[in-house]
């Protein structure tokens, strides 16, 4: 893998370069006081300056005069929306006059889209989301189309913010694999490297250049200071201590402080949980039936037939977490958390996966 | 291999009212060939689609052999139900399936076959009871052990009359809360039955589906009398709706109940089986 250097304000020519192959680009940008991935035609539009200081229960950006566009740690959303839609229609249904009834598929409107600007965390979780709806009995046909048509350029995370943790669960801050492009962000510009041929054929239509044996020093000294992450999470065997404690008195704790407001579900990378309904238009017959994003904290989540398996918030806190870090591992062979420390930031009474966990592992001084 | 996230099309052949809340649908695919193509095992599930409306899990209560015509046992209990319960002969809905893990039908083969249900739980077993009769000859005693809470929640009254006749064939009816003095079979728990059931333990399998209280009875003198834990079956129900292991709701533990069951050893599932949130 061959690595280049591009100076910062030649930037743009990696976003012209994939417009002009034809892709749509998404990237980030500061909208409502976050930063969130929206499409994109303009390096102008990349968050310049801007940091996210985050905590339990608390996100901010602040923007100073530094030069660089990827000096924030978890955009406010992760890129999971792009693949699996927060809404989705599977498919359509409609009786005619004789009454036949009809089934088709809706007509997928996917262009090849190109996202820049992706963090290691959220690299891992989509390879999970991939094992969910693509590698197992069966596979999800509209997942299939969206993620087939994705382009992925990720930047090495150096600004971790304090609800960070990608280094502990292994995921970050570096990226590795699952790319088509990676970046390394250093004071006058990026060191690029490919990861797939079509990352190369972009690349190759970029005026780039030799890399030097100082960008190559400040690239390690970066990843350095980012694994300096504040939170980790227990060295114990989280997945077997999970499964027994399935009684420990800290889920009534949590239970005290925890709204089920599903949050944290909303924003986690992995998380796959959706419902299906039908939506009836008044000026069509032709129902579609839809699937949309639910979360383990709705209460009609575990219904059936009139019971509700886990009415107790205990009960729907203790479910997230020992399916996201002990049957995940059983299911995906590996924990369902990524690090991206997001659930912590956007919770909105503050409560710590890795605090939590803790407790329960009995390490709450580690 | 037929398209499991888009319905097919079928049309209801014969409505049959069980009792006031409980119908049986039998389904034949408007397109022959899918007809021909159609294959499942007793235990397994199709989703059932109802235009405009939704889609819910129902197992398959007729013979895998029965190739013209599937059917389903339905008790009127929410929105899709209760439409579903209004379909007349010729209306069609949407099919999706099979799903899941069925009975271990294979594994049975020459053992004695102990089928325990309460109410309506019935009906994914009463597929295990119409298979093993007409194989007769390839299973050892048959033990049907059937609970209810009153008389007029006993559907197929008949049929358990017919299968009392046959040789080598047991059935053990009890009602919990039945007080008339007509109901000809058992009053009380139908797991408290047990020592009434003839069966050789070394040689047996349980089949079991109903509430999960009833099943933890029935597995606890099942255990007791000496069969062993991997030939206790049971038929789990949790939130369903997508049926292929991806919307999340079925999750039991670290299963899935729509692929990895709904049928499990017991042995699967006893981590996690009485756990109250599971």
Redesign the interface.
Known sequence: MDQRFLPRNEFHQLIDVLLAADYSVIGPQVQNGAIVYDSMTNVDQLPKGFTDAQEAGQYSLHQSNNPYYFSWAAAAQSIKPLCFKPKEV??K???SDQ?????T?PLLDVKPTAIIGVKACDIAALKLQDQ??LE???V??TYKRRRESLFIISVDCAYPAATCFCHSTNDGPTNQTGFDINLTELENGFIISTGTDAGQSIVDGLQSYDISVDQLSEKSKQEKTAINQQRKLPHTDIAQTL?HA?DHQQWDDIAQRCLACGNCTAVCPSC???????E?PLNSPE?S?V?QW?S?FNH???????IV??S?T??RY??WLT?KF??WV??YGRSGCTGCGRCISWCPVGIDVTQELAVICGEEDA | MPKFTLPHTVEVVERIQETPTIFTLRLRFVDQKQQQDYRFQPGQFNMLYLHGIGEIPISIVSDPADEALFDHTIRVVGRVTKGLSHLQTGDQIGIRGPFGRGWPLKTALGKDVILVTGGLGCAPVVSVIRYVIRRRDLFGRLVIMQGVKRADDLIWREQYTQWEALHDTQVILAASEEKQASWPWHTGHVTNLMDKAHFNPANAIAMMCGPEPMMRAAIEPLLREGVPENDLWLSMERNMQCAIGHCGHCQYGDKFICKDGPVFPYAEIKHLFGQAGY
């Open positions: 599977l498919w249904s409609s009786i009454g036949t009834l009809n089934f598929e969910h709806f197992q009995e069966y999800d046909p499964k399935q796959f949980c959706h419902s299906e309904h039908d009836y129902v039936h699937r639910d383990c009609g989540h575990s219904y059936i037939h009139g398996i886990r107790e205990r009960n203790r479910q399916h002990a049957n059983d299911q």
